[in-house]
C-alpha cells in the first residue's frame, strides 16, 4: 500500500540524520565530503525536501570546483543539518497523517 512504502521511506529518511552528521564531518576528505552531500541531496529530492536538496547541492558544486577549507565544510555541514531539522518536522506532520488516516481504515 502507498501510505505504508510512504511510512517507510520516511522513517529510513529521519533515521539517516546521525550518519549524515558524521559524513559531512569537516575532517572528511573533499571527495568523500562531496559524496555524502550528493547522497543527502537525492534521499531529500526522493522526499520532496527541496530546500535541503538545493543546500546539498550547492555544497556539491562547490567540493567539485574546488577543495573546500575545513571552515567551508564546517558552514555547509551546519546549514544542511539545519535544513534536515526543518525537513524532519515536517516528516513528523506527515507521519502524524499517516497515522491518523490509518486509525480511520
Known sequence: DDDALMAEVLA???NQGEQWQKLLDPEVTTPDWLVAAHTIKGS???IGAWELAQIC???ENAA?????????????????????DQALQEV????????IKSLKS
Do not use: N, P
Request: net charge positive; aromatic share 10%; no cysteine.
Open 12 to 14: 529510513i529518511f529521519r
Open 44 to 46: 531529500s529530492v526522493s
Open 64 to 84: 567539485q570546483t574546488r577543495m573546500l577549507s575545513r571552515d567551508e565544510k564546517y558552514i555547509y555541514r551546519e546549514e544542511i543539518m539545519q535544513a534536515f
Open 92 to 99: 513528523a506532520k506527515i507521519e502524524h497523517q499517516l497515522a
Open 57 to 59: 547541492g550547492a555544497a
